[in-house]
């Protein structure tokens, strides 16, 4: 059976959920946002609540109209939405709030871990070999902090063509210099060898277009490389930019939300089948101010929304426990109230969807609730 | 004329001649003035780095031949003091290989008639420059700190043009001086201002706010990373209504486009001029453009300010993640100085956690490939190639697209091995344009008799101390088996050893 992949593509900066699956004709979110709450958004009609829960009163949704192209994954039931979801970190900082929520509330110290590697040291199954993860891009997300082995690369030929693969003494030579010892630039060294002894014997497929030139459409091309190359690829992550909006939101959101929706619908017409092994999680570290700001755009907030596509979703359905945009409702100073943890929803893919029995030690300190996120439809 | 007019003016008609050779006359004339390769050169032969050296790997991008020799001769703590003054410190060299370079003298609004791309590549090749050559090591070491804690992305609207001015008239002159007098530099800049629009961060004129808020929504992005960043580090006991008050005090600054291109000016109606509160502190109404002052003296007044600051320089300097008890002493040292950087990294340079740390940093990929192009004394004009190494690499300066600046510790960049590998073997290959090395000069000057000794020696050099049996035995047996000494070199440049400092 091919491995079961994890794509974590993080939105850095703090995408604006509340724009991206907005409430359908909300007269408080227009009152808030005179200036951006303009477009029309694509329905996507009435919200559900967790699994099991009722009472919450439920909410009409719609999507962003870059988002468009998101539309038939979502109508084919493969594409849900969780709306009002967030951590429990209140700093309002980009950078805390990432490094939180990647390390899933494991602080930094002496062994910092992020939440993907203490996945792939426990779930259940083979040692986990030189391109179970990789991260897309020149560094390593905390995400996958101390993970068992992690390839960092922007694009699999540019690795493999470096010249230490042509001469084989010093191939040999290299490898010798990062030895057996435990230490961080051999352990790197050697990984990265193995990686590219793998990398090398893929072979290069021809790249759809519809993945268009920007990076991230080009991060998403590579990882699907690797998913139909059986390489045993169980994490990918893939950073996309560009959602900090403190500035005339109405346009500066407009690319990077046709960005994403671009890049994932390319993904899943080029998988096709294969999509069946893969979960794309989107997700970002805070939501945006509920009312807007004297530049036209939106400040630090709190609860904004998480994706999920591809095999085993349950999806087509928006789930939130949906706190209204009323005065009363909102988180001081006027922010979306985070109803759902994201851990909530990290866990139930790991725990439902990979079947891991270590859940506890993935999300420690947390005691997951059930959203019915996964399993058949 | 001066010597250095004279110089620069010799270089300048050399290259009116022959414009291709141009970078080769001022390489031979930068040589010629005193900043080549010594002649003789002492090979490290114990199995630790000096004290100079580790210094020098430190307070500097790694040394030039005959740095360790110069240290050594002067004295650690003179050879500090000399740094701290870099206005003293005789640079004609390097200012010879920079003099062409229009962003380092063209003055602010004509920087505009360049093209945002011109800049930066003439950006990233000052930098480069000034890394590699300069003898103000301490200064350009600083000036790389200072860029990443006060970062601003090149990408970014008008800081295509900005970058210039800001490295150039705000972080350089002020790396070594007063913090406050950096920060309140930094916090007016034309590029902090549009980068994080501080510029659009004006007192609202909507009467109604429908959620009850004390301030009436003005841009709170720079207030944030200000507190956050720059100050006092998060989690130290501001709040929202803090980061709303600070975003009060700072409305009313603009970034003139028309006839002043970039400079910041005051705009009192768009500045929101009532009382303030910011960490219980009162700021009265009335002070208009002063607001910013009077919120950067609470804020630099902080014991939080004096820490975070310190623990930013200490794990640049010391560790990644450095003693508590050398971020105090660090702490205490910019207290008692009024938060004086120089006085400060003396402190962190002079410790005794800091003699303790050895190799204990990796190095950024822009420290590499300095390191290894000021080892082997290389001749570069660092234009295109270099700075395309450092993108493959990550560590494109002024790319970093978030308010924090390139991450200071080792996990973020154990990634780049396959591309420092790469650009090893492209520097000794000689396949990167403009940059060339002559290993048979530095295996002369550091006169090693029989050849067997030479990998090892030569290795040494670059590691600053005698390398162990299983760190030299892969080089030698790679020499033996291919006989190709110029690879060889390449693979004590991707050496886990030299990865570090």
Redesign the interface.
Known sequence: MPAQTIVVVFLRGGADGLALVPPMDDPTLRRLRPTLASRRPIPLGPTLCPSGETGSCPAELGLHPELAPLVPAFRAGELAIVHAVGSDDATRSHFDAQERMERAGVRAGSEPSGWLARHLRTRVGPEPSTLSSVAIGTSVPDSLASAPAVAVLESVDDLVASATTRDPALRRALAALHGDAHDPIHEAGRDAMAAIDRLARTRPTRRSRAYGVLPFGRALAEVARLVRADVGLEAATIDLGGWDTHLAQSTALDTPARTLAEGLAAFRADLGDAMEHVVVVVMTELGRRAYENAALGTDHGRASVMLLLGGGVRGGRVVTRWPGLDPASLEPPGDLRVTIDYRDVLAELVGVRLGSTRVGEVFPGWAPGALGLFGST | MNRREALVATALGACTVATAGCDRVVGALARASGHGLPRTLRAPSAAHKSAARHLLDRAAFGPWPGDVEHVERVGIARWIDEQLAPSHIDDDACAMRTAAIDVGWVPADLLFELRPEDIERQLVTDTLLRAVYSRRQLQEVLVGFWLDHFNVAIGKSLCSHLEATYVRDVIRPNALGSFRSLLGAVTTSGAMLVY??GR???????RE??????A??????HA?ELL??HTLG??SGYD?HD??EAARCLSGWVVDERWAPGRARFVPERHDDGAKTVLGATLPPGHGARDVDLLLDVLVRRPECATHVARALCRHFVSDDPPESVVRSASASFVRTGGHIGQTVRTILTSPELARAVDQK?KRPFRFVVSALRALAAETHARLDVGDALA????APFRW??P?GY?DH??????????R??FA?ALVEGRIDGTSVEPPALVRALATTDADDTTATLFAHLIGRRPRA??L???V??VE??RRRD?AL??ML???AF??H
């Open positions: 994080l629009d659009d961060n004006r007192r609202s004129s909507r706010v429908p959620v009850p808020s004390p009436e929504g003005p841009n709170e992005n944030r956050e960043l998060v989690r929202q980061v709303m990796v493959r690499m990550g560590h697209p978030t924090d991450p080792a996990g973020a960049w154990l990634g780049t091995l396959p591309a590998w790469a073997l299983d760190e035995d892969p080089v047996a790679y088996t291919t690879r390449a693979l991707a050496s886990p990865q570090r």
